[in-house]
């Protein structure tokens, strides 16, 4: 009675340390699957910062000027196609950058306009470019734009229990990103 009462017991006891291990290997492997997902998207923010640069601040003829100039809107008759061009540019960094953070929106803004700060600021010594304060408003509406699309998407992916699971949202809206300045 004894021995059956203690074999009973025992095989409890590997029961339960069984679903422990397996639960913690679970753990374990979503926290892999979510670290590799935050890697992808720091890759994939980097490469996008990258070629928001390459597109601001190309031909690259950097060069000090005789003078400073910046103006608060784009002086050559073009300015809302200027705006709109800086706000759908930025949307791909404030997605992205939302994702990697976790943060809200408003940190997304603030984030767009560091970019556009930088950026803006090389463009002081670029010959045929110039600096305005309605492209940096613009680079971080973009960016904030870009943050509420992606609080919209992961409210949306939340319910989808898959996606949720295997952290796809975050490496297939990279993707999509990567293609965009090959179109």
């Known amino acids: 009675d004894d021995q059956a009462a203690r074999a009973i017991r025992e095989r409890e006891h590997?029961?339960?340390a069984a679903r422990k291990l397996k639960c913690d290997l679970a753990r374990?492997?979503?926290?892999?699957?979510?670290?590799?997902?935050r890697r992808l998207g720091a890759l994939f923010l980097g490469y996008l910062t990258a070629v928001v640069a390459v597109i601001t601040l190309a031909p690259f003829r950097f060069a000090r000027p005789a003078h400073f100039e910046a103006s608060l809107l784009v002086t050559d008759g073009?300015?809302?196609?200027?705006?709109?061009?800086?706000v759908v540019l930025f949307v791909p960094l404030g997605l992205l950058w939302q994702r990697m953070t976790g943060m809200r929106a408003a940190t997304g803004f603030v984030a767009g306009l560091l970019v556009g700060t930088l950026i803006e600021?090389?463009?002081?010594?670029l010959a045929p470019r110039y600096t305005t304060l309605s492209d940096l408003?613009?680079?971080?509406?973009g960016a904030w734009l870009g943050a509420l699309l992606s609080?919209?998407?992961a409210r949306r992916v939340a319910s989808t229990e898959?996606?949720?699971?295997?952290?796809?949202?975050?490496?297939?809206?990279?993707?999509?990103?990567l293609l965009v300045p090959l179109t």
């Open 14 to 16: 590997i029961a339960a």
């Open 28 to 37: 374990r492997h979503a926290d892999d699957r979510t670290a590799t997902g």
């Open 78 to 86: 073009g300015w809302a196609t200027d705006v709109v061009l800086n």
């Open 121 to 125: 600021t090389a463009q002081l010594f």
């Open 137 to 141: 408003l613009a680079n971080g509406a």
């Open 151 to 153: 609080l919209a998407v």
């Open 162 to 177: 898959l996606v949720t699971r295997l952290w796809l949202d975050q490496p297939l809206m990279g993707l999509v990103s």
